[in-house]
């Protein structure tokens, strides 16, 4: 017979006389030892007895439901159980039961999987009949299992393995419903069709949509907490060489930053804001359910032993979701308090193997410079300064101006640059001269390809998915380049039909080229640094090689043969593995075990010649008849880096009573993370010009260091639903660590969080427009344990060595490193989420709107002591920072149809403010390694608010005849700053570090993305539009190429064509004279504000398998993107406003990394093509 | 099934019971108090560590001493220096690296010695040595009493801390008043005298004597001697010239010490070896040795460039960036002050100019320890040369100065003598100066001890700091006008920012900043 049934008006699954025991199981899941729940344990029964004499069929049914586990459906309409019937059975096996009833009640039974019995009537096979297939409008799959119902009744039918579907029609003019998880519902009117294909369009956000959490999965229609997902099919559809690089502007709430522009370096990643001062602001990543050891930024705002995407294929993703709020995060407990990024990798289904290819191949460049002066700027700049110089030292002797090389000679004595101009600035063409633009001396236009293929499939024993990738890419900057080579073998067995278990296996191989091109005084800062102007002779390779340095130029030696010559080559194998077991002890109750390993083998050399280091004198002579090479050097450092992990879960899910489900978690984990590090580095340079390993260094100084910590966790979490109509779940951790003092390793982290689906309940259903409505709240407190330092509580020895003897020799020295504190513990956050999920009009419109108020307390902090303890600083759990925010995401179905578009929206506020400090303590300047300390840590303010001096223009004669404060010796021309305050606290006339006030924050207020997909016929086309608004960068690269008393050697930005020349030319008022001599302080001078709007990404695709014939290819799509082609930000002082790579706090205590010469975005274009076999 | 739950079961309390011992974790590539201080070695390498804070003490006295004076004229051309404040007496210093350094490098080196000495009341019992013990106590006295002399010279008041102190306690402690500070100084020197040996052979050699400590004791009693300028600087306006001349008087009768017949052996890379075997000037020495073998640190100094341009070295082909990022320039009045044939002129100043990159430069810089053929190889942080932190010279010259003072003894041996013999040995000797005065023999400190560091002290104590200072800058500073006037309250530093911040309210701020 066909496999169709009829439906009940209401469903029901459920074990009434369950409802006891299995609430008992779950407490004892909670509190009791597990031998205990054995006692209780019961197997599946299918023997029935019965005793009926000419009883309703639906007694009947009633009876062999009590005792059995089997279900029943039914249309009343259709079958009669009011008939009697009458059977005698003792313990027979319930198909011969049913049999026996079916035939004498003239009724059709059919088993079905999960212990469902559908019962149908004979009598209802009717005339005419439809026929027709389903399938998925986007890569045209076939779906299996779609309902079909008409329209008005309740007969329907599902669609078979090829998804086709064959239905009787009480009339050919009726209208067929369409419905399948994970798509928009259909409705279509036959009008005497007799064969119909359907096509399906994915629902972006469907109510049925399973999301992945902390140890398991949940309906996203139940889920109480603030979960934000992403689907691979933005990965699969676009050119990424990094997951992170995927997840900008997707989800709202998180920050995504990339702070670098070297291909294949880590990205920043924020889950609603900055909530810890010192211990890492970085996110848990989960891999399929291995939790990966937390990495944090160093100082520079590196990753210094690796982030836990390095490596990761984003090809591989299936879908990423992040844990927002403690409630959804609290399982994962101690490191859960900067939010979870759950990854879930792809797996085989069953089904016809399927295998794909995908590559691309593209180019990319830099998608913006900073614009500095020319040849023709930086000669007029430095003809004031060294000019205003010869005044200002000679004028008492009668230098002017205008006076001539000999006329200066006469007064200076000798030739000095600091006095003379190069007469040929002032010639035409200025002959022997070339004007370079060293950003594009190092820039080019790089090239890209990826090439994947992956096979997929499974039977009802094996699935399987594997992968094999290889990717390569050239950076934008010479000599840069990525390129990785990596496999993942995904592979479950089924071995009985209550076990399982699987491994999962990424091998991964990446290679990355940079020589050292980001950072203070690295390649980009010096290319925008170096003087312009150059000896022709020389050319773009001044000061390297043979040729010298301009008399006029900076030190500096030539970029581009810096670039062409240095090597910075890291190497890094990586393996995640995974291998897990499932056993069903009985229904609805299974134990999970994991083991898993992460393991990263990371090497990096350097390599630097003498040829582009030093002066020409030490490139091609030595006085002290040193080997020139002695002047090259070189390093070998490693890290092998290991995680991990055991797990052992012990999870049970039921449903009774019809409306009560159940699901109850118990687990425990095992945590050990180890990194081994070493290094060699060459000491007094080396013997030979042509190797460049350590073999050939005149001699190597090398060490090595480990370090390690144990994570000790237990966890329970249960979930419970009534109807699906309130919910409730709540989860308990606790986490012991070995980084905490002896007194405190264990952190108790409780959570629960309440949820009401108001669309379920019956008063809604007069309300059509609402199709989605459920509001949630949520509490939980989470943990951190990023300390940077896995020993923080233990006063360690460092080495402090002097040296003695009558023969001069070293000894050892061993001193406190810092105070000891056995009750260092855990730091805390405490989260309350109040969201409201909705959607309108059949969720054309769908959307989540969440508030979220985060408290971090007890920090890790290093508060300041007085030094009189002997250290400046120490750690301990103080002070409390509160982020409160608004996130909202909107999808929308704007057309449907032929014509396709929809609209994804994120947007996200957080305000951040510091609560508390020390005791009594009410701010905390962060020191500075360049200056004098700029960030400040204030109770009520963001934290690292910028705190420096403002700048109002320039000083006018009549400004310093009215006697305006002024800095150090200014002069007409200097900048006037604001003086707000004095050592009494009211302002004193004088410009000191007094006057600093907080002048923004670098924390974007808002941050966005705006997704737009269009689809006609077989063309998609998507727009990614992301930014951020109220943010502001202090930028030390800013200082570094706009301070005042800056030499006339290093060019300085384009902006400074508008500077103060003279009272009659004040220019802009922002930039003053360009020769001063009062030095400079901290000042707004050097403030950006950090908001952008960019187009991330447009992609135009075309789905070719109209084209091609379906026997040899299933699907083929080829496409077109565009990446950061366009955008907007205000950042004149540096090239990216997210950048960070240099430390500008100089203290370990207390990051602050910033940016010093980050490269710009690459922009790129990609022609992929993805097939499928 | 039984069997299974009874296998979790008992897997599972293995797994918890062995992993609670996993939490308590010991750093594998480091050492820690609760480890250390458990025989002789341990405490030796614990006052070796107090030693260590010494590194950074040459350097802190050019900066701070010698910058500050008119020794140097270092208002900077191109940008704001870090010593450009500190020569200019700008007043907000108060977050001036060198000022903060000085403060949290003296503390720091009292805390190490508080702990030794701490460490030794408790544990000093393996050290097995009375004799061991009782030197390493009265080692780390003297440094105490070294550190907080620096203080005192640089800062006035400063708080009193004899034993280490946590956070809660500190937040407690105020500054004391000067002679309460001097109180302590003078109890650990005392000690120190009556508990150190007079010399040290092999390789102790270089660790505390009871001289230096008598050499320091001296040091202290003068300062204490030297005017207040209405000022609670290091001067409490005592005249206790009459106790540091025993004292010093016990050092030159030892017979340990004596004048290096050459002025520039004193400096010689050659002769760094301290005395006895060595360098017979030096009383007490920082010590340095650089390309330390078998050690990835560095123990060389520093001090030696940070007068000196980093285009001199560039323009004689060093590639290590040695020096200071400016010219620090050597002051004309000190250029002026030496006569033409005074050999220690050409070896204190570099006075020759010099072409770097096509320019040439023609200010003077200080030179006294730089030796340009003994640039080191691998790191420009990693110079060989001790500093002579007290120096027999000026044990001579010192007790000419309480002589000339008031203390007991005679014009023509303990003060002209000497003068004349220093005058000889810098070849300027050949007239003898009679009835050397008091204001002749400060104008030989600063010719003998420029680049040394002593100079700001021995304005301090000579009475006439403000006057003197302020006549050179109208000089020296007449076309730049760079410089503000030097008032009375300059006499010492701020009390660095971060320690204002550290305990709000706790520490007053020194009058004039």
Redesign the interface.
Known sequence: MENSFYFHRSFYFYKRTQIFRVMKIGLMLLFV???T??AS?YSQNRDITLNATNTSLKEVIKQIEKQSDFTFFYNEDYVDLSQSVSLKANKKDIAVVLNSLCSQAKLNCKFMENNLVVITSESQQKQSKITGTVIDSENGESLIGVSILIEGTNQGIVTDVNGKFSLTIPNPNVILKITYLGYLEQKIALKGQTRIDIKLVRDVKNLNEVVVIGYGTQKKANVTSSVATFKNKNLDERAISRVDQALVGQMAGINVKQTTGVPGKAFSIQVRGTGSISAGNEPLYVIDGFPLSTASTNGAGNFATGNPLDNINPSDIESIQVLKDAAAAAIYGSRASNGVVLITTKRGQTGKPKITYNTYLGINQASRKVNMLDGQGWINRATEIING?YL??Y??KGAKVTDDAAARTAIV??????YFLDPRWSQAGHPGLDFINWQDQIFRTGTMQNHELTASGGNDVVTYFVSGNFSDQDGFVKAMGYTTYSARANVEVKATKHFKMGINIAPTYSVIEDPGVEGKDNIYHQALSMSPVQESTAGAYANSFNN??Y?W?N?TNSVLAKLQNIVGETKRYRTLATLYGE?E?MKGLS?RSSINLDNTDNNSRSYVP?TV???L??RT????A?ALT??TSGSFNTYKRQTFV?E?TLSYTTSFNKVHSLNVLLG?S?N?DRTDNSSLAS???YTSSVIQTLNAASAV??????????L?SYFSRVQYSYNDKYLLSASIRED???RFG?NS?YGVFPSASIGWNIIKESFMHRIHALSDLKVRGSFGANGTNNLGS??AP???????????????????????SK??NPNLKWERSVTYDLGLDFGFLDNRITGSFDYYNKLNTQLLLN??????????T?L?NTGSVRNIGEELELTTHNFVGKFQWNTSITLSHNTNKVVALGP??????I?SSFD??NFILKVGQPVNSIFVIRQNGCLTQADITNKVAMY??ETVGDPKYQDISG?KGVPDG?I???DRQIVGHPNPDYTWGITNTFKYKGFDLSILIQGQNGGSIYSLLGRAIT?????FTDNAPSFYLDRWESADQPGAGRVSKVYS????IVNTDWLYSSNYVRIRDITIGYDLSNLIKKNIVQGARIYITAENFFGRDYYYGGANPDATNTDLSGNANYLAPGDYGGLPLAKSIIVGLNITF | ??K???I??IA?SI??TS??K?????????????T?YQSPS?FI???????????GYPDRLLNLSEIRSDNIYGVS????RDW?PINSF???I??NTYVEEA??TD??G???AN?VIEQIKKNGSTINSATLATRLDAESRFLRAFYYFDLVRYFGKV?I?DH????SE??T?KRSAIADVYKLIIADLQLAITNLPASY???????ATKYAAEGLLAQVYMARSGPTYGVEGPGLGLSEWSLALPLLQDIISSGLFALNANFANIFSYAN??PTP??NKEAVFDV???TG?S????I?GATYPWDLAPNIYF?S????KSNGSLEVIPVSNDLLNKYAANDVRKAFTVHTA?YNN??????RPFFQKYLDF?KIP??SRFDW?I?FIAIRYTDIMLMKAECVLNGAPGSQATDVDAVVNQIRTRAGIGAIPLVNVTLSQLFDERRREFADEGSRWFDLQRSGNLITTMNNWINVEDL????MNQVVAGYIVYPVP???L????G?YT?NTG?
């Open positions: 030892s597990m031998g729940i054995y344990a110089q200002a030292t004028g008492a004595g000798s030739f000095n640059v600091n010298a340095q008399a130029s030190t056993y002890l134990f003498y280091s030093s002066t004198l030490s002579f030595d006085p002290a040193k002695s002047n055991n052992n425990q095992y050990f000491s007094g340079g100084t090398g060490s090595s260091s480990s370090t390690q910590n144990v000790l012991g660590s070995s002896v390793q896995d020993y233990i006063p360690t020895l460092v080495s402090s060595g002097y040296a003695f003897g009558s023969t001069l020799a070293a000894v050892i020295g061993q001193s406190p105070i000891a508060v300041q002591v007085p030094e009189v303890t002997g250290f400046s120490y301990n009594g303590q009410t701010q905390i300047l020191p004098i300390s150090g010796t050592p004088v000191d570090a007094n301070r005042t008393g800056q030499g001599t009062f030095g400079r | 099934m039984k299974i739950f009874l979790f079961t599972f797994l918890v992993c609670n996993d939490l308590n974790q010991v750093p594998i590539s480091q050492g820690t108090t609760l250390f341990d390498q614990g006052v070796n560590a107090v030693y260590s804070d010494l590194r051309d191109l940008g704001v450009d700008q007043k907000a108060t977050g403060w949290n503390f720091n009292i805390f190490r702990e708080p801390i280490t102190v946590l956070a500190a937040n402690i052979t092999g390789v102790d050699v270089g660790r760094q070896s075997t060595g010590m340095y040795v330390a078998g050690t990835s640190s123990y560039k004689i082909n060093d590639s100019s990159a096509g320019s040439t430069e023609t053929t190889s691998t060989g001790n076309t730049r006008k760079q920012q971060s320690q911040d550290a305990a709000p706790l701020q900043y």
